[in-house]
């Protein structure tokens, strides 16, 4: 099961982080995303992480103003994000995968949780 946490309302400009905890079953995974949907658009990809080494790969719309972070010993990975936009609103999910793959892409995750959504004001 993963747990998201951190989401809210926030002014364009503000900061958030979001953290996603993996509980319950346990399940082996090489690494970790983050994705996000706003209204009426299809899912996209936001952040990735790999537990082994600590690879990060970010969709260019938030390259420079979001960070994902892990800790592999909590089963934890991280969004901070700054800078936020209006167009940053949306139900953010986190996402685990159980072999490495095209991490940019939805099929590589197993596993997903509910979603966190961030709202931000202009």
């Known amino acids: 099961q993963l747990v998201e946490s951190g989401g809210g309302l926030v002014q364009a400009g503000g900061s958030l982080r979001l953290s996603c905890a993996a509980s319950g079953r346990t399940f082996t995974s090489v690494a970790m995303g983050w994705f996000r949907q706003a209204p009426g658009k299809e899912r996209e990809f936001v952040a990735a992480?790999?537990?082994?080494?600590?690879?990060?790969y970010y969709a260019g719309s938030v390259k420079g103003r979001f960070t994902i972070s892990g800790d592999n010993a909590k089963n934890t990975v991280y969004l901070q994000m700054n800078s936020l936009k209006p167009e940053d609103t949306a139900l953010y999910y986190c996402?685990?995968?159980?072999?490495?793959?095209?991490?940019?892409?939805?099929?590589?995750?197993?596993?997903w949780g509910q979603g966190t959504q961030v709202t931000v004001s202009s």
């Open positions: 996402a685990a995968a159980p072999r490495y793959g095209m991490l940019k892409s939805q099929g590589a995750y197993a596993y």
């Open positions: 992480i790999t537990w082994s080494g600590g690879s990060t």
